[in-house]
Structures are given as structure tokens and as C-alpha cells.
T-cell receptor
Framework: GQSLEQPSEVTAVEGAIVQINCTYQ??????LSWYQQHDGGAPTFLSY????GLEETGRFSSFLSRSDSYGYLLLQELQMKDSASYFC?????????FGKGTRLSVIA | EPEVTQTPSHQVTQMGQEVILRCVPI?????FYWYRQILGQKVEFLVS????????KSEIFDDQFSVERPDGSNFTLKIRSTKLEDSAMYFC?????????????FGPGTRLTVT
């Protein structure tokens, strides 16, 4: 089977940096994606890592270590609008398999 | 910017009734998907569709469910004989290709309430 573990909730201060970790178990792994979902909204793609290392997209970065079955999403210069749920997702040549999500609350 | 659209935004139905949820994927995308999300829970894959046939489906997608692409733009999910536990948000998504399936574009969802 496939499973992902990520923290259920994280709180951080506006302007700070936060890291959301994700560990996974799967066979036939292709890559790890991150999706953002605001309350009442649809999941929105943020990033994808197929290879080990760091991918940077603006204020967001994502890291993958295939040997450790581990990844993280790093959000810098947090803004109030970043308050949302963040899902690590097993992805690639397979249907998306979502983790349970991490609810990020950004406080002033 | 092109987007996935879904109708209706909210559907209320009685237990045992049939519902059809509609989606218009992004026009140049080839792969289509349905997911559901029960309130407060994770997003769960239901089915993927390519070249007018189901390419993959989950355990959830049993005989109660069916999908169809009735014309060149619409993609539908039919749920027969709805049950209370079918109440959820249903998301349609699309991707350009199998290689880019990690980046799926989701519609705004249809909230299905079964009473």
C-alpha cells in the first residue's frame, strides 16, 4: 500500500519561515508533489520533486530525499494568505495519493 | 488562464436517488480525474479517464459509480442509488499528459449532500 505522514497542524508567525515534513511509504515511487488547499477551495499544485534535492518556486521550496522516503515543503516570508492546508502527495505516473494534510495557521 | 469548471456547485439529493456531476476539463488536457473529499478528511482518488475509457480506478469506485465523456468538452460522474456516506465534496481534475500527471488542475468542486 501507500501511506504518507505529515503533521496535522502547524502555527507560525507572519514573516517567519515554516517547514512541513512528510514521510512516505510506497512501492513504485515516481515523485512527491505538494498541493495547497484553502478552506472551501480546491487543491492547487505547488511543486513536484522527482529527484533528490531542493526545488525553489518563489517563496516556496520543496525538498526530496528518495533514500530516506522523506520530503518537506518550506515556506518563507509567511503571509496571512498562506493560512491553508498543505498536502504532500505521491505522484507521477500514478493517480495522486494525498496525505491527510497539514493545517497551517499564520498569526500576526 | 484556462480552468476546470464544475456544475453544480452544490447538489442536495435524497438517499437512493441518482446524481450526475458535471465537469469541463481544460481544453487541451488529455487526462481526467475524479476525486472526493469527505469534510475534514484527505482527498481520495476515484477514477482516471483517458482516450474515452477508464485508465485506473480505486476501491471506492464500485458499480455505484460511472463516468462518461458525452461530448468533446464535458466529463461526468454518475452516482446511482446515493447513500448518506456519499456526502462529500467531489473534485474533477485534468492534466496535460501522463508524464505531467503530478500537476493536476482541480475544479472548484461539487458539494454533494445526501439526506
Amino acid at each position: 500500500g501507500q501511506s504518507l505522514e505529515q503533521p496535522s497542524e502547524v502555527t507560525a508567525v507572519e514573516g517567519a519561515i515554516v517547514q512541513i515534513n512528510c514521510t512516505y511509504q510506497t512501492s513504485g515511487f515516481y515523485g512527491l508533489s505538494w498541493y495547497q488547499q484553502h478552506d472551501g477551495g480546491a487543491p492547487t499544485f505547488l511543486s513536484y520533486n522527482a529527484l533528490d534535492g531542493l526545488e525553489e518556486t518563489g517563496r516556496f521550496s520543496s525538498f526530496l530525499s528518495r533514500s530516506d522516503s522523506y520530503g518537506y515543503l518550506l515556506l518563507q516570508e509567511l503571509q496571512m494568505k498562506d493560512s491553508a492546508s498543505y498536502f504532500c502527495v505521491i505522484s507521477g505516473n500514478t493517480p495522486l495519493v494525498f496525505g491527510k494534510g497539514t493545517r497551517l495557521s499564520v498569526i500576526a | 488562464e484556462p480552468e476546470v469548471t464544475q456544475t453544480p456547485s452544490h447538489q442536495v439529493t435524497q438517499m437512493g436517488q441518482e446524481v450526475i456531476l458535471r465537469c469541463v476539463p481544460i481544453s487541451n488536457h488529455l487526462y481526467f480525474y475524479w476525486y472526493r473529499q469527505i469534510l475534514g478528511q484527505k482527498v481520495e482518488f476515484l477514477v482516471s479517464f483517458y482516450n474515452n475509457e477508464i485508465s485506473e480506478k480505486s476501491e471506492i469506485f464500485d458499480d455505484q459509480f460511472s463516468v462518461e465523456r458525452p461530448d468533446g468538452s464535458n466529463f461526468t460522474l454518475k452516482i446511482r442509488s446515493t447513500k448518506l456516506e456519499d456526502s462529500a465534496m467531489y473534485f474533477c481534475a485534468s492534466s496535460e499528459s501522463a508524464d505531467s500527471s503530478y500537476e493536476q488542475y482541480f475544479g472548484p468542486g461539487t458539494r454533494l449532500t445526501v439526506t
